[in-house]
Nanobody, 122 residues
Framework: VQLQASGGGLVQPGGSLRLSCAAS????????IGWFRQAPGKEREFVGA????????YSSDSVKGRFTISRSNAKNTVYLQMNVLKPEDTAVYYC????????????????WGQGTQVTVSS
C-alpha cells in the first residue's frame, strides 16, 4: 500500500491550492483518510480527515473555515482544498489511512506516503 500526496507548490498569501491523495494497490474507500502537515522544526500536526463515505469531515481549529476535505471513491482519490493560505500553513503535507471509528482524533493512522511541499510566501 502506498499513498502519494501531490499538488503542492509555492503560493502567495491569500491564495489557494488543492492537494490530492491517491493510492496504488489499495482502495481508499475502505478507510477514513487524514491529512497531516509538518513544518521544519515542528511536530506533525493533524489537519483534518474525511470518513469512509465522505459524508463526514473534521478540520482542526487552525484550518477550519479555510480548508475543505473531500473524496471521490470512484477516482480513489482524496482532496484537500486549501483557501486563504497563510505563511504559517507552509509545511510538507501528508495523507494517511485509518480504520478506526474515531478517525477524527488523528490517532493510529498508517500507510504514510511521500508528502508534498506547500510554501506560502510573497
Amino acid at each position: 500500500v502506498q499513498l502519494q500526496a501531490s499538488g503542492g507548490g509555492l503560493v502567495q498569501p491569500g491564495g489557494s491550492l488543492r492537494l490530492s491523495c491517491a493510492a496504488s494497490g489499495f482502495r481508499l474507500e475502505n478507510s477514513a483518510i487524514g491529512w497531516f502537515r509538518q513544518a521544519p522544526g515542528k511536530e506533525r500536526e493533524f489537519v483534518g480527515a474525511v470518513s469512509r463515505s465522505g459524508v463526514s469531515t473534521y478540520s482542526s481549529d487552525s484550518v477550519k473555515g479555510r480548508f475543505t476535505i473531500s473524496r471521490s471513491n470512484a477516482k480513489n482519490t482524496v482532496y484537500l482544498q486549501m483557501n486563504v493560505l497563510k505563511p504559517e500553513d507552509t509545511a510538507v503535507y501528508y495523507c494517511a489511512t485509518t480504520v478506526r471509528t474515531d478517525w477524527n482524533r488523528g490517532m493510529a493512522y498508517s500507510n504514510w506516503g511521500q508528502g508534498t511541499q506547500v510554501t506560502v510566501s510573497s
